[in-house]
């Protein structure tokens, strides 16, 4: 029931990024800064921007297909991966976004939303880790 559940939140996930990855694709200037520190300025083409982001994310999301064909009787294994591709998704969504607020031309005080930032990549990380303790804590019923 778990697995049901999550690749259906896996599936519309995989639907947010890449909805939010056009959005963002069709508001960003032709140079994307990425980053802008004192002597560092890292910059791409739009265009690579875009596809970059589409083969990590593709590769990302058909990981789950992998699993599922190497694993198929795990199904508490193949669960916790959905979760895990979800929280990366999680993950593009917010970073995308950040990346398309860096590159406009508003005025935004980006030191406020710093949690969600960092609390993505908590995510990412606290939900990687919860598998080995599902493991010692035997909370899986193996079949």
């Known amino acids: 029931m778990a697995l049901k559940l999550f690749r259906a939140v896996w599936f519309l996930s995989a639907l947010v990024v890449l909805a939010d990855l056009l959005y963002v694709y069709a508001s960003l200037p032709e140079t994307v800064a990425i980053q802008e520190a004192e002597g560092a300025h890292v910059q791409l083409d739009r265009e690579v921007l ?38 990366l998704n999680i993950f593009f969504i917010v970073a995308l976004s950040l990346v398309n607020l860096f ?35 035997g909370l ?4």
């Open 50 to 87: 875009f596809y970059v982001m589409l083969v990590l994310i593709a590769v990302c999301n058909v990981l789950v297909y992998v699993i599922s064909r190497l694993y198929p009787a795990q199904e508490t294994l193949r669960a916790w991966f959905h979760g895990l591709v979800i929280t």
């Open 103 to 137: 590159n406009s031309q508003e005025r935004f005080d980006y030191s406020r939303i710093g949690f969600v930032i960092y609390g993505s990549v908590g995510l990412v990380v606290l939900w990687a880790l919860s598998w080995p303790v599902i493991r010692i804590f």
């Open 140 to 143: 899986s019923r193996p079949k």
